[in-house]
């Protein structure tokens, strides 16, 4: 067998007009628009439960059958039971979610490294209950969110696959 190498990606696979930005902090529209694209994945999921919550449904009751309604606040409680997770994986596993691996963002700790799993679900909390709180990248100088501040955590532009 041979030993198994790990190959690691060079920054010459990162476009020529991203790599100035490789490793800086990430503004308020790079950010806002990949959270906007974590919530339509969110909000498919949450339709897709809707979906087989109302299949199930009619295979119980074929005959008198009518699609859930008067669902109220549940709909965004099951949003946030469905955003938590996602985000907390998604950080501690690769460090993006789908929104950040579409704008070649990155979420790291102070030293740069992926969120460990107790981090990343205080971020998830944090980015659920306090979703406003990335709008402070606007007017903070060095492009961090009030999530970031509290936590100690950066979002960085990265267009590698992996990191260290």
Same mark, same amino acid.
């Given at each position: 067998?041979?030993?198994?190498?790990?190959?690691?990606?060079?920054?010459?696979?990162?476009?020529?007009? /991203?790599?100035?930005?490789?490793?800086?902090? /990430?503004?308020?529209?790079?950010?806002?628009?990949?959270?906007?694209?974590?919530?339509?994945?969110?909000?498919?999921?949450?339709?897709?439960?809707?979906?087989?919550?109302?299949?199930?449904?009619?295979?119980?009751?074929?005959?008198?059958?009518?699609?859930?309604?008067?669902?109220?606040?549940?709909?965004?409680?099951?949003?946030?039971?469905?955003?938590?997770?996602?985000?907390?994986?998604? *950080?501690?596993?690769?460090?993006?979610?789908?929104?950040?691996?579409?704008?070649?963002?990155?979420?790291?700790?102070?030293?740069?490294?992926?969120?460990?799993?107790?981090?990343?679900?205080?971020?998830?909390?944090?980015?659920?209950?306090?979703?406003?709180?990335?709008? *402070?990248?606007?007017?903070?100088?060095?492009?961090?969110?009030?999530?970031?501040?509290?936590?100690?955590?950066?979002?960085?532009?990265? *267009?590698?696959?992996?990191?260290?």
């Amino acid at each position: 067998m041979r030993p198994r190498t790990e190959r690691r990606p060079q920054v010459s696979t990162v476009p020529t007009a /991203a790599r100035p930005y490789q490793g800086r902090r /990430a503004g308020v529209v790079t950010r806002v628009t990949a959270n906007a694209l974590d919530l339509l994945v969110i909000v498919v999921i949450v339709c897709v439960i809707y979906a087989v919550v109302a299949g199930v449904l009619f295979l119980l009751r074929p005959t008198s059958f009518h699609f859930p309604s008067g669902l109220g606040w549940s709909i965004p409680v099951i949003g946030g039971v469905v955003a938590v997770p996602y985000l907390t994986l998604c *950080w501690r596993m690769t460090g993006r979610t789908y929104g950040d691996a579409v704008l070649g963002l990155r979420v790291v700790n102070y030293d740069g490294q992926r969120l460990r799993l107790v981090g990343a679900l205080l971020r998830a909390l944090f980015c659920v209950f306090f979703p406003i709180g990335v709008l *402070w990248v606007a007017v903070s100088p060095a492009n961090r969110s009030v999530q970031d501040v509290v936590l100690r955590t950066s979002v960085v532009y990265d *267009w590698l696959p992996t990191t260290g």
